[in-house]
């Protein structure tokens, strides 16, 4: 079958390969890819920016598809279900983490497209309990974007406490940002986004998905729009999606005492935290990275219930040969989400 690779370290190395298909162990499913979307963390490897990943490498770790080949000893799974699907191929399951459901921090986790071979390609094989069969309400191309709406879910509701009626300012308005946007907003707040210039888009977007207000920082003042919307004590929750000083910087200003920062965005170097400021404002800080079983299904019911759409997000759709003219997209920040349709076979 035709895979996309990142065939070794470094800049660019990409290119369509032929690979074998692969066949499910006990305790695995072999998952044929409907849609998989491209995430800023592929764009980072393609470019060599992103350095913990492991060549030759079939990219990819936003996917659903319908399940194919079932291996030994798994019930509960039939062959042509629709699933979404997480990363996660298998964690140790004996660690400190995995004892407590959080195997998103295992040290041994095999994570698709980044540790082993993901889903830029026809066939995924993974461990069954990383399936989720979707209801008949959710469409493929929404369950293809659970895995970025299901860290934004782990973030903002498992790793933070989010009240109703509670006022939200994200601060970035890519992928990661309106799902927590989306999933804030089903959780009763009231969100402010901010967002630049190349992002009016965007805040027309989430404007539409219900958004309290948008701001463009570079025409407004957000300080202001924060303490309009407020009363001039701040927000109950900041959340970081674009991993930028400046963009932290803001969420320490804005967030009121006794508020909470989520940190989602991931920045490429040390950034300065005002730990003086963290003290007098009593801010609770979380940092939060990837998701769990726990994360997956409340993202599913968010969906089902019509409380996010993850298919507002994508704004283009292409077949796996055209994989080039996708990333230039993401590069250059001209679509939200696009998503690639493997080979036909």
């Known amino acids: 079958m035709k895979a996309l690779m990142k065939t070794a370290k470094g800049p660019g190395q990409m290119s369509i390969q032929d690979i074998e298909e692969p066949s ?4 695995q499913v072999r998952v044929r890819v409907k849609w998989a979307g491209i995430c800023g963390t592929d764009v980072h490897i393609a470019s060599g920016e992103f350095f913990y990943y492991f060549p030759p490498l079939v990219l990819g770790h936003e996917f659903a598809g319908e399940v194919d080949e079932i291996g030994e000893g798994v019930e509960g799974v039939s062959a042509g279900d629709r699933v979404a699907v997480e990363p996660t191929k298998s964690a140790c399951g004996q660690c400190l ?36 069969q979707l209801p008949d309400s959710v469409s493929l191309k929404a369950a293809a974007l659970m895995e970025p709406l299901a860290v934004c879910v782990h973030g903002v509701t498992e790793q933070c406490t989010l ?21 804030a907003m089903a959780s009763g707040a009231r ?10 888009a965007r805040l027309a977007l989430v404007k539409r998905l219900g958004a309290f207000q948008t701001v463009n920082v570079e025409e407004g003042d957000l300080e202001d729009v924060v303490a309009e919307a407020t009363g001039g004590a701040g927000v109950d929750m900041a959340i970081e999606a674009v991993g930028a000083a400046a963009s932290v910087q803001a969420c320490f200003e804005a967030v009121r005492k006794g508020g909470q920062i989520l940190q989602v965005g991931l920045p490429g170097e040390p950034v300065a935290v005002d730990l003086t400021r963290l003290a007098w404002k009593e801010i ?7 998701q769990k079983y726990s994360a997956w299904r409340k993202a599913l019911r968010f969906l089902e219930e019509g409380k996010v759409d993850t298919e507002a997000m994508v704004s283009d759709v292409l077949p ?19 998503l690639l349709e493997p080979f036909p076979l």
């Open 97 to 132: 983490h995995c004892a407590g459901g959080n195997y998103n921090r295992c040290e041994e986790r095999d994570i698709a497209g980044v540790v082993s071979h993901g889903a830029f390609t026809n066939y995924v094989v993974t461990r069954a309990a990383s399936l989720h």
């Open 24 to 27: 499910p162990g006990p305790g």
């Open 320 to 338: 796996l040969a055209d994989w080039e003219a996708g990333f230039r997209i993401m590069e250059r920040g001209e679509g939200l989400k696009v």
């Open 191 to 200: 969100v402010i986004v901010a967002g630049t210039s190349r992002d009016s």
């Open 163 to 183: 009240a109703e009626g509670d006022i939200v300012l994200v601060v970035g308005p890519g992928t990661i940002g309106l799902a927590c946007a989306q999933v």
């Open 284 to 290: 609770r800080l979380a940092g939060t990275f990837g």
